[in-house]
């Protein structure tokens, strides 16, 4: 017979995601937002902490607030329990009935060019593995535990996350077949509307500048905030866009009504990455997301 064990010390798991959420963001009001909770909720949680342990975990000066020395030891210990938690949580769902599920944030154009096309394929290779998808121009909040993993265009400093590169595009002119007809070189791209996206507003002068091209924005410029609709305004005529090659090669417009004036690639691009928590990196669910990816970003691009 088991001997009863004492009872534990250890807070409520409530009222520690509060104190590091509030310790990370050094606020109680996001703290709160995270938590979907609200502030005096949240301060609730931590003056229990303060009142169990009989230390001051934060110092309050109005709104604002700062660690103590207890609270900056205590935090440490805090979230690197939260971490393994988390860690060990994700690792018994693939001992589930149902088998592991996968969340994914990807940006709309890589999802309906990669994703997509190789979803039939990821069902037949894992059919107890469940897959959602999440296309999104939004960068995936990682600290509040909607997704596995993201894919991204462009590498940013994020503490904690890993970057593995997928693949190197670089912009390509693109346009319909009429407008294709009167760009002889990339020098009639002056008398021309350009489409820009303005999450990358730069890349048009970038890609004149190394063309060698002076051209000031015009007021017949279109502007879009996604590569779908720019990509769509381009193959109605109405102006010329920036496409990610290769991946533009898999448009199924491509080299019909969506064509290539000219030859002409930069010689650097960016990259799309899968992203995910650095912790998580051996895995047997970023494993399988990552070699998965890796196959269809191959598939979509081998044409």
Same mark, same amino acid.
């Given at each position: #017979?088991?001997?009863?064990?004492?009872?534990?010390?250890?807070?409520?798991?409530?009222?520690? @995601?509060? &104190?590091? #959420?509030?310790?990370?963001?050094?606020?109680? @009001?996001?703290?709160?937002?995270?938590?979907?909770?609200?502030? !005096?909720?949240?301060?609730?949680?931590?003056?229990?902490?303060?009142?169990?342990?009989?230390?001051?975990?934060?110092?309050?000066?109005?709104?604002? %607030?700062?660690?103590?020395?207890?609270?900056?030891?205590?935090?440490?210990?805090?979230?690197?329990?939260?971490?393994?938690? $988390?860690?060990?949580?994700?690792? #018994?769902?693939?001992?589930?009935?149902?088998?592991?599920?996968?969340?994914? !944030?990807?940006?709309? &154009? &890589?999802?309906? %060019?990669?994703?997509?096309?190789?979803?039939?394929?990821?069902?037949?290779?894992?059919?107890?593995?469940?897959?959602?998808?999440?296309?999104?121009? $939004?960068?995936?909040?990682?600290?509040?535990?909607?997704?596995?993993?993201?894919?991204?265009?462009?590498? $940013?400093?994020?503490?904690?996350?890993?970057?593995?590169?997928?693949?190197?595009?670089?912009?390509?002119?693109?346009?319909?077949?009429?407008?294709?007809?009167?760009?002889?070189?990339?020098?009639?791209?002056?008398?021309?509307?350009?489409?820009? *996206?303005?999450?990358?507003?730069?890349?048009?002068?970038?890609?004149?500048?190394?063309?060698? %091209?002076?051209?000031? $924005?015009?007021?017949?410029?279109?502007?879009?905030?996604?590569?779908?609709?720019?990509?769509?305004?381009?193959?109605?005529?109405?102006?010329?866009?920036?496409? #990610?090659?290769?991946?533009?090669?898999?448009?199924?417009? &491509?080299?019909?009504?969506?064509?290539?004036?000219?030859?002409?690639?930069?010689?650097?691009?960016?990259?799309?990455?899968?992203?995910?928590?650095?912790?998580?990196?051996?895995?047997?669910? *970023?494993?399988?997301?990552?070699?998965?990816?890796?196959?269809?970003?191959?598939?979509?691009?081998?044409?």
């Amino acid at each position: #017979m088991n001997k009863p064990r004492h009872r534990r010390a250890t807070p409520s798991l409530a009222a520690l @995601q509060a &104190f590091e #959420m509030a310790a990370n963001y050094l606020s109680f @009001q996001r703290a709160a937002r995270d938590l979907g909770l609200t502030p !005096s909720a949240v301060s609730h949680r931590i003056r229990g902490l303060e009142q169990k342990f009989g230390v001051r975990l934060f110092e309050r000066a109005g709104r604002a %607030i700062r660690l103590t020395e207890a609270g900056q030891d205590y935090v440490e210990t805090v979230r690197s329990s939260l971490d393994a938690l $988390e860690l060990g949580s994700l690792e #018994m769902q693939t001992r589930g009935a149902n088998g592991p599920g996968l969340r994914i !944030s990807s940006l709309p &154009f &890589f999802t309906n %060019i990669v994703i997509i096309p190789a979803l039939e394929d990821f069902k037949k290779r894992f059919p107890s593995t469940s897959l959602q998808v999440a296309a999104t121009h $939004e960068y995936a909040n990682f600290d509040r535990g909607g997704v596995d993993a993201a894919i991204r265009y462009g590498r $940013e400093r994020s503490s904690g996350l890993r970057f593995d590169p997928l693949l190197e595009v670089r912009g390509v002119a693109v346009c319909s077949p009429r407008i294709a007809r009167r760009l002889k070189s990339p020098l009639d791209l002056a008398r021309q509307p350009l489409i820009h *996206i303005g999450a990358t507003s730069g890349a048009w002068p970038a890609w004149l500048k190394a063309a060698g %091209i002076e051209r000031s $924005e015009s007021e017949n410029d279109l502007w879009f905030d996604n590569v779908l609709c720019a990509l769509e305004a381009a193959r109605c005529g109405q102006g010329v866009a920036l496409a #990610m090659h290769p991946l533009i090669t898999a448009h199924p417009e &491509f080299g019909r009504s969506l064509v290539v004036p000219f030859d002409l690639l930069p010689v650097r691009g960016d990259r799309f990455y899968l992203v995910y928590r650095a912790e998580h990196a051996n895995t047997r669910r *970023i494993a399988t997301l990552r070699r998965w990816l890796s196959q269809a970003v191959e598939r979509a691009t081998k044409g």
